[in-house]
C-alpha cells in the first residue's frame, strides 16, 4: 500500500502572535478638528465592509490574482486600487482614498445609487458630483511625490546661467526652480497660492510648500480656529473669532504630524509581516496544485493497472478530489483576499497619512485630522490576520480484494494538519456555582456573563476582574445573551418568552414579545436578530410533535422576515444560534447532537456531528470568529470544536476537562480572546486569535 501524505506548518511571526495590537494614542487631539462627517455607521463600516467582502469572496471559485505591488518592500501605495497600476490623473475622494480619474468613473457607473457611491475601499459613501470623478479634487499630494523623484539633477529654467541645479518643482506650472527663484515665485502675485515640491524635507518636515489665503481679507491663513473647526486668517480671528480657542496652525499642524507619524510608524511596521503572511498563502496554493496533480497521477496509474473495468471508479474518485481541492481552493480564496484586504487597507491608510504629513498645508494637515486619524484606527483592527487551516488529503489504496469494487481502487483521505492552540490568560468564578449560560462581549476587553437562569448579569475584564453587576429584575429568567458592535446587549428571557434589549448607557427595554420560550439568539450581518424557538422550556421536555423553528426579526424587532421550520431542516431541540461571514446558519441541536448550517435562507447545507475520534456529545454554545471560522463548545465530551468557513473540522481548541469542565459558552471579543463558560460558574479567557 502506498500513502501519499504531506505536511504543512503554520508559519510562526514573532509580529503576529502572542500580543494584543492597539494603535498608540491619537485622542488627546480627537474631538478638535473634523474632515469627512462620519456617522455612528461609518464609524463601524470597516468590520461590515470586511464582513460583505468576505461573504462575496467565499463564493468564488478560483483564486484571485495577487497585485505584485502588495508584495514589493518598497511600494508606497503609489498605485491606483482599483487597477493595481501605475496612477493616471488621480482623484482624492473627501476619505482621503485615491483612484485613477478612469477607473473611479467606471467604478461609480457601475456602483452608484440614488446619486451616491461607496469609496472602494472605507465604503463611506459619497455624492456624485455633476461631472463625475472629474468633480472630484487631483490628488496633488500623489502628483507632488512622482514629482519629487524627477527633480534630481534638472537644471532652474528661470536663472539666465543654465547651470544652477533645481531643487524645486512647481506642480501648477511644471516647472523645475531653484531655491532663490522657488521663493521668489511664491511671492508673485499670480503664483503665491502655487504648490513648490522639493526633493529634501523642510524645516518641519513637509516637501510641498504652499500658501493659502483668506478669500474676505486677502490675508495669508496661518490660524485655526477649535470651536469652528476651520482655518482662519488673523483678521477673521479678530472680528468673528475673537472669543474662540485657537492656535497658531503651523504648531497645531506639527502636532498632528506627531501623532500621525507615530501612528503610521506602527502600521508600518506591520506590513512586512502582513506580506510575508501573504506570501505562505500563495505558497500553499501553489502545494495544494500540486498535491491535485499528485493524486491524480497516483490514480491514473492505478486505474490504468486495473484497465478499462474500473474507469467509472476513476472518473468517481477524480470529482471526490476536485471537490475536496475546491474547498481547500475556497478556503484559499477567502483567507488570501483577507490578507490582501488588510495590506491593502493598511497600506492605502498609511499612504494617506504619508501623504498628507510630507505634502499637505498646514490646514490640510488640521482639516483632515480627524478622518486621517478615524481610518488608522480602521486599519490596526485588521491586526493579525489570524491563521491557515491545512489539510493532508491522500489517496489510500487497500491491502488486497477480489473484485474491483470502489474500496478496492482506493479512498481519499482528508486530515487536518492545523493544530490550534489557546493559553489561558483569565480566570473567573461568577456567584452561584451554576452553569454560564452566556457571554455577550464589548468593548475594551470586557464581557457580560449570566450564570444558570439567575436575572443578573455580571461584567467581567480579561483579567478575570468582576467590573459590575446588574439585575434585571427578581421574575426575570436569563438563558442567553448577544452583543452588537456598539455595546448594546440583548437578552433572551426563556420564562417571560421575550428578548430584552440592554444599551451601553445599561437602560433595559422589551425588544420582541414571543409567543414560545427563546433560546439562543445572535445578530445576521444585516442587524436581524435570529432566535431559537422552543415550544418546551427545557430540552428534556420536547416531544416529537413540538415545532420548534429558527426566527430571524428584523433590526427593530418588529415582525419576522423569516422562519426555518423544524420540518425543513429537521433538527429537534434548536438550542444556540450564530451566523457566519458568508451567511450560513449555525443550529446547534441538543436533542440531535449535531450543529445543522444551513443557507440564509434556512436550506439546508449538512451536519456536523463530530470527527471519527472526538464525536459531538451536547453541543451547545456556538460563535463565529472575524475569519468565518466557527467554535462549538460540546458539553458532554469536555471539547472545543474549530471548524473552517465551510463547516469542515479544523481541529478541538480544548480536549480534557482539567482546561475546561463541561463547556457550554463561547464567545469571541474584538481583540481575538476566547471567552469560555462551563459548570460551577467558571469562566476562562483564552489567548487565540493573536
Same mark, same amino acid.
Given at each position: 500500500?502506498?500513502?501519499?501524505?504531506?505536511?504543512?506548518?503554520?508559519?510562526?511571526?514573532?509580529?503576529?502572535?502572542?500580543?494584543?495590537?492597539?494603535?498608540?494614542?491619537?485622542?488627546? +487631539?480627537?474631538?478638535?478638528?473634523?474632515?469627512?462627517?462620519?456617522?455612528?455607521?461609518?464609524?463601524?463600516?470597516?468590520?461590515?465592509?470586511?464582513?460583505?467582502?468576505?461573504?462575496?469572496?467565499?463564493?468564488?471559485?478560483?483564486?484571485?490574482?495577487?497585485?505584485?505591488? &502588495?508584495?514589493?518592500?518598497?511600494?508606497? +501605495?503609489?498605485?491606483?486600487?482599483?487597477?493595481?497600476?501605475?496612477?493616471?490623473?488621480?482623484?482624492?475622494?473627501?476619505?482621503?482614498?485615491?483612484?485613477?480619474?478612469?477607473?473611479?468613473?467606471?467604478? $461609480?457607473?457601475?456602483?452608484?445609487?440614488?446619486?451616491?457611491?461607496?469609496?472602494?475601499?472605507?465604503?463611506?459613501?459619497?455624492?456624485?458630483?455633476?461631472?463625475?470623478?472629474?468633480?472630484?479634487?487631483?490628488?496633488?499630494?500623489?502628483?507632488?511625490?512622482?514629482?519629487?523623484?524627477?527633480?534630481?539633477?534638472?537644471?532652474?529654467?528661470?536663472?539666465?546661467?543654465?547651470?544652477?541645479?533645481?531643487?524645486?518643482? /512647481?506642480?501648477?506650472?511644471?516647472?523645475?526652480?531653484?531655491?532663490? /527663484?522657488?521663493?521668489? =515665485?511664491?511671492?508673485?502675485?499670480?503664483?503665491?497660492?502655487?504648490?513648490?515640491?522639493?526633493?529634501?524635507?523642510?524645516?518641519?518636515?513637509?516637501?510641498?510648500?504652499?500658501?493659502?489665503?483668506?478669500?474676505?481679507?486677502?490675508?495669508?491663513?496661518?490660524?485655526?480656529? +477649535?470651536?469652528?473647526?476651520?482655518?482662519?486668517?488673523?483678521?477673521?480671528?479678530?472680528?468673528?473669532?475673537?472669543? =474662540?480657542?485657537?492656535?497658531?496652525?503651523?504648531?497645531?499642524?506639527?502636532?498632528?504630524?506627531?501623532? &500621525?507619524?507615530?501612528?503610521?510608524?506602527?502600521?508600518?511596521?506591520?506590513?512586512?509581516?502582513?506580506?510575508?503572511?501573504?506570501?505562505?498563502?500563495?505558497?500553499?496554493?501553489?502545494?495544494?496544485?500540486?498535491?491535485?496533480?499528485?493524486?491524480?497521477?497516483?490514480?491514473?496509474?492505478?486505474?490504468?493497472?486495473?484497465?478499462?473495468?474500473?474507469?467509472?471508479?476513476?472518473?468517481?474518485?477524480?470529482?471526490? $478530489?476536485?471537490?475536496?481541492?475546491?474547498?481547500?481552493?475556497?478556503?484559499?480564496?477567502?483567507?488570501?483576499?483577507?490578507?490582501?484586504?488588510?495590506?491593502?487597507?493598511?497600506?492605502?491608510?498609511?499612504?494617506?497619512?504619508?501623504?498628507?504629513?510630507?505634502?499637505?498645508?498646514?490646514?490640510?494637515?488640521?482639516?483632515?485630522?480627524?478622518?486621517?486619524?478615524?481610518?488608522?484606527?480602521?486599519?490596526?483592527?485588521?491586526?493579525?490576520?489570524?491563521?491557515?487551516?491545512?489539510?493532508?488529503?491522500?489517496?489510500?489504496?487497500?491491502?488486497?480484494?477480489?473484485?474491483?469494487?470502489?474500496?478496492?481502487?482506493?479512498?481519499?483521505?482528508?486530515?487536518?494538519?492545523?493544530?490550534?492552540?489557546?493559553?489561558?490568560?483569565?480566570?473567573?468564578?461568577?456567584?452561584?456555582?451554576?452553569l454560564i449560560r452566556g457571554i455577550a462581549p464589548v468593548s475594551d476587553g470586557r464581557a457580560w456573563v449570566i450564570?444558570?437562569?439567575?436575572?443578573?448579569? =455580571?461584567?467581567?475584564?480579561?483579567?478575570?476582574?468582576?467590573?459590575?453587576?446588574?439585575?434585571?429584575?427578581?421574575?426575570?429568567?436569563?438563558?442567553?445573551?448577544?452583543?452588537?458592535?456598539?455595546?448594546?446587549?440583548?437578552?433572551?428571557?426563556?420564562?417571560?418568552?421575550?428578548?430584552?434589549?440592554?444599551?451601553?448607557?445599561?437602560?433595559?427595554?422589551?425588544?420582541?414579545?414571543?409567543?414560545?420560550?427563546?433560546?439562543?439568539?445572535?445578530?445576521?450581518?444585516?442587524?436581524?436578530?435570529?432566535?431559537?424557538?422552543?415550544?418546551?422550556?427545557?430540552?428534556?421536555?420536547?416531544?416529537?410533535?413540538?415545532?420548534?423553528?429558527?426566527?430571524?426579526?428584523?433590526?427593530?424587532?418588529?415582525?419576522?422576515?423569516?422562519?426555518?421550520?423544524?420540518?425543513?431542516?429537521?433538527?429537534?431541540?434548536?438550542?444556540?444560534?450564530?451566523?457566519?461571514?458568508?451567511?450560513?446558519?449555525?443550529?446547534?441541536?441538543?436533542?440531535?447532537?449535531?450543529?445543522?448550517?444551513?443557507?440564509?435562507?434556512?436550506?439546508?447545507?449538512?451536519?456536523?456531528?463530530?470527527?471519527?475520534?472526538?464525536?459531538?456529545?451536547?453541543?451547545?454554545?456556538?460563535?463565529?470568529?472575524?475569519?468565518?471560522?466557527?467554535?462549538?463548545?460540546?458539553?458532554?465530551?469536555?471539547?472545543? =470544536?474549530?471548524?473552517?468557513?465551510?463547516?469542515?473540522?479544523?481541529?478541538?481548541?480544548?480536549?480534557?476537562?482539567?482546561v475546561m469542565k463541561q463547556p457550554f459558552s463561547v464567545a469571541v471579543d474584538a481583540d481575538g480572546y476566547l471567552?469560555?463558560?462551563?459548570?460551577?460558574?467558571?469562566?476562562?479567557?483564552?489567548?487565540?486569535?493573536?
Open positions: 500500500m502506498r500513502l501519499v501524505e504531506l505536511e504543512y506548518n503554520e508559519m510562526n511571526s514573532s509580529k503576529m502572535a502572542g500580543e494584543v495590537i492597539r494603535l498608540p494614542s491619537i485622542s488627546s +487631539f480627537s474631538n478638535s478638528l473634523t474632515g469627512v462627517p462620519l456617522s455612528n455607521s461609518a464609524k463601524t463600516r470597516s468590520s461590515s465592509t470586511i464582513t460583505s467582502k468576505m461573504a462575496v469572496i467565499s463564493e468564488e471559485s478560483e483564486t484571485t490574482r495577487t497585485p505584485r505591488a &502588495l508584495l514589493n518592500e518598497d511600494s508606497q +501605495f503609489e498605485w491606483c486600487g482599483l487597477c493595481f497600476d501605475d496612477y493616471s490623473d488621480p482623484k482624492m475622494l473627501p476619505c482621503y482614498h485615491s483612484y485613477c480619474s478612469r477607473c473611479l468613473n467606471e467604478y $461609480i457607473d457601475q456602483t452608484k445609487d440614488a446619486g451616491s457611491f461607496a469609496c472602494p475601499l472605507c465604503k463611506i459613501r459619497h455624492a456624485v458630483p455633476m461631472d463625475g470623478a472629474q468633480g472630484f479634487k487631483p490628488n496633488i499630494y500623489i502628483n507632488a511625490l512622482q514629482a519629487t523623484k524627477n527633480i534630481k539633477n534638472t537644471i532652474c529654467e528661470t536663472c539666465d546661467d543654465g547651470k544652477t541645479l533645481a531643487e524645486t518643482y /512647481c506642480l501648477e506650472c511644471e516647472q523645475n526652480f531653484c531655491t532663490r /527663484c522657488g521663493t521668489i =515665485h511664491l511671492k508673485m502675485k499670480m503664483s503665491k497660492s502655487h504648490h513648490l515640491v522639493s526633493e529634501k524635507p523642510g524645516e518641519h518636515g513637509q516637501k510641498m510648500t504652499s500658501r493659502s489665503y483668506c478669500g474676505e481679507h486677502k490675508q495669508e491663513i496661518d490660524i485655526f480656529c +477649535f470651536k469652528c473647526r476651520m482655518p482662519i486668517c488673523e483678521n477673521c480671528r479678530d472680528q468673528a473669532h475673537e472669543q =474662540h480657542n485657537t492656535q497658531n496652525i503651523k504648531e497645531f499642524a506639527n502636532e498632528v504630524k506627531r501623532e &500621525l507619524t507615530e501612528s503610521v510608524d506602527f502600521l508600518q511596521s506591520y506590513l512586512p509581516s502582513l506580506k510575508e503572511r501573504l506570501r505562505d498563502v500563495e505558497n500553499h496554493d501553489e502545494a495544494v496544485l500540486s498535491i491535485k496533480r499528485h493524486l491524480i497521477d497516483q490514480i491514473d496509474a492505478r486505474s490504468e493497472k486495473l484497465h478499462r473495468e474500473i474507469e467509472d471508479l476513476r472518473e468517481k474518485f477524480i470529482t471526490k $478530489i476536485n471537490s475536496e481541492i475546491q474547498i481547500e481552493e475556497d478556503r484559499l480564496v477567502i483567507f488570501k483576499n483577507r490578507v490582501t484586504e488588510a495590506i491593502t487597507f493598511v497600506s492605502s491608510q498609511v499612504a494617506a497619512a504619508k501623504h498628507c504629513i510630507d505634502f499637505g498645508s498646514n490646514q490640510d494637515i488640521a482639516v483632515g485630522k480627524e478622518t486621517l486619524q478615524f481610518h488608522l484606527q480602521e486599519a490596526s483592527k485588521m491586526l493579525p490576520v489570524g491563521f491557515i487551516p491545512r489539510f493532508d488529503i491522500n489517496f489510500l489504496e487497500p491491502q488486497s480484494a477480489e473484485t474491483i469494487t470502489e474500496d478496492l481502487f482506493g479512498k481519499i483521505s482528508k486530515l487536518g494538519s492545523t493544530t490550534v492552540t489557546v493559553t489561558e490568560v483569565g480566570h473567573y468564578k461568577v456567584p452561584g456555582r451554576h450564570c444558570g437562569f439567575d436575572p443578573r448579569l =455580571h461584567l467581567l475584564n480579561r483579567l478575570g476582574s468582576r467590573l459590575r453587576t446588574i439585575k434585571l429584575g427578581n421574575d426575570i429568567d436569563v438563558d442567553y445573551v448577544t452583543s452588537d458592535e456598539n455595546d448594546n446587549v440583548y437578552i433572551s428571557c426563556r420564562k417571560n418568552r421575550c428578548i430584552k434589549l440592554l444599551n451601553k448607557d445599561t437602560r433595559i427595554r422589551d425588544m420582541v414579545v414571543l409567543n414560545d420560550f427563546p433560546r439562543g439568539i445572535a445578530l445576521s450581518q444585516s442587524g436581524d436578530l435570529l432566535i431559537c424557538l422552543a415550544k418546551s422550556s427545557t430540552y428534556d421536555k420536547y416531544r416529537p410533535t413540538d415545532k420548534n423553528v429558527v426566527v430571524k426579526y428584523s433590526k427593530v424587532g418588529s415582525k419576522v422576515v423569516a422562519e426555518f421550520e423544524r420540518a425543513n431542516i429537521q433538527m429537534k431541540y434548536p438550542r444556540r444560534i450564530a451566523e457566519n461571514l458568508n451567511g450560513d446558519i449555525y443550529v446547534s441541536d441538543h436533542k440531535e447532537g449535531c450543529v445543522h448550517i444551513l443557507t440564509h435562507d434556512g436550506k439546508v447545507k449538512h451536519r456536523y456531528t463530530g470527527t471519527e475520534s472526538t464525536k459531538l456529545g451536547e453541543p451547545c454554545g456556538i460563535t463565529c470568529d472575524r475569519y468565518g471560522h466557527v467554535i462549538i463548545a460540546d458539553y458532554k465530551s469536555n471539547c472545543i =470544536h474549530l471548524l473552517d468557513q465551510q463547516g469542515q473540522f479544523v481541529s478541538l481548541l480544548t480536549r480534557s476537562d482539567s471567552w469560555v463558560g462551563g459548570s460551577n460558574g467558571v469562566v476562562k479567557i483564552f489567548r487565540y486569535l493573536l
